[in-house]
Structures are given as structure tokens and as C-alpha cells.
């Protein structure tokens, strides 16, 4: 694996996080085996790992460190301290009930689609998204309605000149294509993902957005694309999802 450096960033913390990430995307390692997958010595990495333990971020189990439950304490109360999910999440838990379909409530962070809540409607579907994931922004629904309503400049340092990951081969990877979608998006207040995150998985999306702070998040709703086509999604759900950005943007403007 090769080694990752931050400008101005602390040598030792570096590893230490390159430490969890691989504990993580292991899913359970061995100190020889983090030590092997980040020259590292395995001294320092057992040292690393006797500090994380001690304070359960990790755990022994069967002789592999996992990652403890100490960061869903942290994730959990990070959460909660947002207003755009207190105030989201019986709005999106309404709209599940109203629809039957996956609704997700996402916020950007560093240039990427954050995760922050999902909830399931009646008919339940099977994807790579769960809450704290993270992914790209420009093939989904609520990412690009995020996109379309960041400042300028820094959509731009986000578009760049360079194709765009492929999620799927509906994926739009053109920037400039991209930039004329999100044109649309802006006048619309809504976007679309037809198939560009998973094939056979159809989304809209909708901004919210804070008068002073410009987007705040996005909202989307989601399902087969069987059961919905562009043409439904526009006939059938846009001014659900319209009506329940309004709700969620006025309770977060004018909170009781």
C-alpha cells in the first residue's frame, strides 16, 4: 500500500490513521500483516495498536485487531449534532412510509457524497450505500443537486478538465456534459440519476439549501428502475420530494 502524506500533517498520526483505514478495509489484521501492508515495523505498529486498544478503537478478536465501537460513538454524536439531520429525519421516514421507496438524506464533505441517513420503504432494495459511506458526488441524484448549487469555484476544482470516474456506463464522465446537467439542475431545483450508481437503480434528488450558506445538503428518493422511470420519477415524485425539501429548509431557516 502505498504511503499517504498530508502537507503540514503530523508523521505519527499519519500512520496511525493508515493504520485504522487498513484495520477497516481488512476487516480484521494482524500486526505482521499491517506491518507488511505499510512497511511499517511491526514494534510500531503493535505500539499503534496498544494505544488504539486501550481507548476502544480497536479490538482483539481471534488474534486480529477489528475496529471497536468507540467510532460509532463518535459518528452517532457527530450526527446528531447537525440540524439538517434532527430536523430530516422524520421528514425522510415520511417519505418512505408515502412511497415505499429508498430515501437518503447526503452531505458533502472534502469533494465527496457523505451518507448521513437512509431509511427504507416497503419495498426494500440491495446497494453499496449505507449511512457513512462515502462515494462520488456526480453520479447521484443528491450529489449532483449538491453540485449544481456550490459556489462556482469550487464546483469547478471539483469538475476539473479530466473524465470523471465510471460508476456504471451511464455514468456522465464528460465535465463539460456534466456542467450543462447541473445548468439544468439549477433552474429545476431537481436532478436525476438514471442508472449512473447502479444499473437498474433510478433516483431523484433535490437541494437543501440555507439562505446565508448557500447547500446545505440534498435529498433523494430511489428504486428499481422498473418500477421507476424518468418519466414516473417526474410525473409521480417530484413534487413529493419538492414538498418535503420545502418542510426540511423552512424548519431549519426557522427553527421552533
Known sequence: M??????????SDETLLEIIETVRERNGATVTELA????????SVHSHLKTLEAHGFVHREDGEYRIGYRFLDYGIWARNQMDLFQVAKPRLQELADETG???WCIVE???KAVYLYGVEGESPIQTYAREGGVTELHFLAAGKAILAHLPEERREALIGDSPLPEKTKNTITDPDELRAELDTIREQEVAFNIGEALEGLNAIGAPIKRIEEGVHGAISLSGP???????QLEEEYVERLLGKKNEIEINIRHPR
Open 101 to 103: 421507496y429508498k430515501v
Open 225 to 231: 428502475a422498473k418500477h421507476l422511470t424518468r418519466e
Open 2 to 11: 502505498a504511503r499517504k502524506t498530508t502537507k503540514g500533517g503530523v508523521k
Open 36 to 43: 507488511a501492508d505499510l512497511d511499517l515495523a511491526k514494534s
Open 109 to 111: 464533505r472534502q469533494g
